[in-house]
């Protein structure tokens, strides 16, 4: 059984910095992709950042990049996500997903697997 566990959000002020984790188990495919997304009050779910195991390609969505960092251990089944420079607009539930290497990674039927979630909250 696959399972995603995130852990590591909180409530910071604006500029502050956090790092999600999710650890994973349970994978019977030997390439595969862990993502993550998240979803604000009355908003649609978004990619925020992918990584593939095969080679370690990462994707970040343009309203990241060059503040987030996602990251994995393997010999951990961990997969982080290295937020800095928070910002009010990134109060989300984050979510990190799990599926063979998608198509385009940003699209959340894309993946089989979901954890249960971790609430950040970015105040100003």
């Known amino acids: 059984e696959v399972q995603l566990v995130e852990s590591g959000g909180g409530l910071v002020q604006a500029g502050e910095s956090l790092r999600l984790s999710c650890a994973a188990s349970?994978?019977?495919?030997?390439?595969?992709?862990i993502a993550w997304f998240r979803q604000a009050p009355g908003k649609e779910r978004e990619g925020v950042s992918c990584?593939?195991?095969?080679?370690?390609?990462?994707y970040y969505a343009d309203s990241v990049k060059g503040r987030f960092t996602i990251s994995s251990d393997n010999a951990k089944n961990t997969v982080y996500l290295q937020m800095n420079s928070l910002k009010p607009e990134d109060t989300a539930v984050y979510y990190c997903?799990?599926?063979?290497?998608?198509?385009?990674?940003?699209?959340?039927?894309?993946?089989?697997?979901w954890g249960q979630g971790t609430q950040v909250i970015v105040s100003s």
């Open positions: 997903a799990a599926g063979g290497i998608p198509v385009n990674w940003i699209r959340d039927y894309e993946y089989d697997y």
């Open positions: 990584i593939f195991s095969s080679d370690s390609r990462t």
């Open positions: 349970g994978f019977t495919f030997d390439d595969y992709a």
